[in-house]
């Protein structure tokens, strides 16, 4: 791949800049990702034909990329794509949406299109949260968050949107965050270049619904979008790197500067090498991130640590955290192709 | 299904082009719309089933695919319609059919249709309502709901099909009207029309309207400085880097909530549709020259009211008959004019009373008004309707 400046991207593919996203939004990282990808494929940018619903990740081809864009209405823009790609299957039908378009009010025709395996690419762009309303709670809002509509807690568990997709029969399936970028774009490839149902969530941030709705506080150091995406890192994994074992977190149990203390004096006690933080985790809120350089001295602090576990519940590097990756990539036959093939019978045309 | 397929022929000098051939059938009324929109050339239909309209999917599901157009069924109502109209932008002649509970489904899609002026054509095979009602029964009772059902301003076509020919007929004047108008269209038959068969006549040649397509990549898709006030409308995949939105847009199509660009673009939408009126709007008028009683009527219903007015003639009423083929834009002025010095008019309409109240509006009080509704999923008796006119004289 040769080197392109941004301009060269940005005079082919976008139009209509600045942006109206708010500043520190995911959705200009995966307006990217997508450009350097269809750019890096080569295809013909005439031949695409991008689809949305309503919410903010809507936004991200229409009006910015320059593709032919139908901006359609909430959660229907799969079965829009459906309709033009069966009649044109020479298009390049990518469809992006959201976790409250795709998973919420449009959650039955993200299945089915999946079920049909019909070669339409879906980015959803999730937040956690319905971020264009004021922040409301989603099917992807974790369990116990606090939202204007869940006030005293989320009671409903969220969706694992690749494990449905997987379920429903999607050819390609694949989760990255906004942190993971390079990986983004090899997906969003993949993806376009797979014949038939591919589906790429993507965990976006949200630096004014996200404040609220994890709890952040904001830091010196960091503003809120780097901070969320900082959170991202510290609470996925990626499924094919193999676990890392020289650190642990512990959630603690009350104040966090008293736990923190706590831990440290117990650590320094039994002379054990370590290093203290405080990191953001999804589901935890704010917990101490404990490394140890040698795997001597982890064991050793680890062990120290859940014999005084009356200070907090102690994780492993893994536990609770997010898988990222490819879930799902074969091949199997596409909806359109199928069509025509019947079509092409009946007329009595030998394909 | 046909019977006989060797009644099916090329047509229109179109290689592989198998459909009906011209001349006499015997044909269901949901058949005869189907073949109906197989002659002008409708190549997309989406659907999903219903009773009592199942039956136009079914012929579409056999006969598109042979004739190289696409037939999907799809996961609900919602997803039907926005199949078709995402089919539409890619150029296709696009279709889909319904009945009352899947009609309501469709209103939020039909009003991004009518704002991003998507030609389509949806029939809504009425039955008995509200709410799943009698399956399996006719009514009118979605009248109202084909022209305000859908949130915001617009004008909607409607058309009401008396017979299984008119099923053929208006079904191609509905497709003719979408693309030509760049408008949805309604054909709101009954479940009646549609579950009877008649015998038809296929015309030699269908008239088939093509939608304009603008020259060069260049253009405004949501303007335009033609009379018609009915935009070129552009393909998508052929370089035009389409900007489509149910948002308020510019005429390129970018979005733009300026109080003046929208009411500019609200104003068009309708206005393209009124000035259009005279060619959407039919009224089959009967025998009211001399008439003192005129009875109103569409769809089913007009059938036992035309039996009414026979039978009213030969006991010696003076009783007239204006069938409204077109029931959207309503077609007052054509009232008013026909029912210049009569005295009383009588509505018939399988509801509890929905046209009457336009034909109230249409004559302003000169005349007197009165309605014979009926519901509970039987068509009126003509003997019911002929009682009606009787009292109307007493």
């Not at chain 1, 959803?124 to 319905?130: A, D, Q, T």
């Not at chain 2, 109502?77 to 899947?102: V, Y």
């Amino acid at each position: 791949m040769s080197i392109k400046t941004t301009s060269y991207y940005r005079d082919r593919y976008v139009r209509h800049l600045p942006t109206s996203f708010c500043t520190g939004c995911g959705n200009g990282m995966i307006l990217n990702s997508f450009v350097r990808a269809v750019d890096e494929l080569g295809v013909d940018l005439e031949k695409i034909l991008s689809v949305s619903g309503i919410g903010c990740s809507a936004w991200i081809p229409s009006p910015h990329f320059n593709s032919d864009t139908l901006h359609v209405t909430h959660g229907r823009a799969i079965p829009f794509a459906t309709g033009a790609k069966i009649f044109n299957n020479e298009l390049t039908t990518v469809v992006f949406t959201g976790d409250g378009d795709g998973a919420g009010i449009g959650g039955n025709h993200l299945i089915h299109a999946a079920r049909r395996n019909i070669d339409i690419t879906t980015i959803l762009v999730n937040n956690f949260s319905y971020a264009m309303t004021g922040g409301q709670v989603a099917p992807t809002t974790l369990l116990g968050l606090k939202t204007l509509t869940s006030p005293y807690g989320n009671l409903e568990r969220p969706f694992d949107l690749c494990k449905l997709m997987q379920a429903a029969g999607a050819t390609y399936v694949a989760r990255w965050t906004t942190y993971h970028i390079r990986e983004l774009r090899r997906s969003i490839m993949a993806a376009l270049k797979n014949k038939g149902f591919s589906f790429v969530e993507v965990l976006s941030q949200c630096p004014i619904q996200q404040r609220r709705l994890f709890n952040l506080r904001p830091s010196d150091q960091l503003d809120m979008s780097s901070q969320i995406l900082e959170m991202f890192k510290e609470s996925t994994y990626i499924r094919h790197m193999p676990r890392e074992e020289n650190y642990f977190y512990i959630v603690p149990k009350g104040e966090l500067s008293l736990s923190r203390r706590k831990v440290s004096n117990i650590l320094s006690e039994n002379s054990v090498e370590y290093k203290i933080g405080e990191v953001d985790r999804l589901f935890f809120g704010r917990i101490l991130k404990v490394e140890c350089r040698n795997i001597e001295s982890f064991k050793k602090s680890l062990n120290l640590v859940k014999r005084f576990a009356k200070i907090g519940k102690v994780l492993r590097s893994r536990s609770g955290k997010i898988g990222l990756g490819v879930f799902v990539s074969k091949s199997s036959k596409e909806f359109t192709d199928s069509m025509r093939e019947i079509s092409a019978f009946e007329k009595g045309v030998e394909v | 299904m046909v019977r006989n397929s060797l009644s099916r022929i090329c047509y229109n000098g179109e290689e592989g082009r198998e459909m009906l051939a011209p001349g006499k059938h015997i044909l269901l009324g949901n058949h005869a719309c189907a073949e109906g929109a197989l002659h002008v050339g409708c190549d997309f239909f989406a659907g999903y089933p219903i009773t009592p309209a199942s039956e136009i999917s079914h012929y579409m599901a056999k006969w598109l695919s042979k004739l190289g157009g696409f037939y999907i069924q799809m996961e609900d109502e919602i997803a039907s319609i926005s199949a078709i109209l995402g089919a539409s932008w890619a150029g296709a002649k696009a279709m889909t059919a319904t009945s009352g509970p899947g009609f309501s489904l469709m209103q939020e899609n039909l009003s991004y249709a009518y704002m991003t002026e998507t030609p389509c054509v949806i029939v809504n095979v009425q039955r008995s309502g509200p709410s799943t009602g009698q399956a399996t029964l006719p009514a009118q009772q979605d009248v109202y709901q084909a022209r305000y059902g859908a949130h915001g301003d617009y004008e909607a076509i409607v058309l009401t099909p008396w017979s299984v020919q008119e099923m053929f007929d208006l079904t191609v004047k509905a497709f003719n009207l979408s693309e030509k108008l760049r408008n949805p269209v309604i054909l709101l038959a009954d479940g009646a029309i549609g579950h009877m068969r008649e015998g038809i006549i296929v015309p030699e040649k269908v008239k088939r309207i093509g939608r304009r397509c603008p020259e060069s990549v260049e253009c405004t898709p949501f303007d335009t400085d033609d009379p018609s006030l009915v935009p070129e409308m552009p393909v998508i995949g052929q370089g035009y880097h389409l900007l489509v939105t149910g948002s308020a847009h510019r005429s390129s199509g970018l979005r733009d909530y300026t109080p003046q660009q929208h009411r500019d673009t609200v104003e068009r939408i309708c206005t393209k549709i009124r000035r259009a009126r005279n060619e959407i709007i039919e009224v089959d008028q009967n025998n009211i020259e001399d008439a003192d009683i005129a009875v109103i009527s569409y769809g089913v219903a007009a059938r036992p009211s035309f039996g009414a007015m026979l039978k009213a003639l030969d006991n010696g009423l003076k009783v007239g008959m204006l069938r409204l083929k077109t029931i959207w834009p309503f077609p007052d002025r054509e009232i008013r004019k026909a029912t210049e010095g009569i005295d009383n008019i009588l509505v018939v309409e399988m509801n509890m009373g929905k046209i009457v109240r336009e034909v109230e509006r249409a004559v302003a009080r000169r005349i007197n008004v009165v309605l014979a509704p009926k519901v509970g999923g039987e068509v009126h008796t003509s003997d019911e309707i002929f009682q009606a006119i009787r009292r109307l004289k007493q």
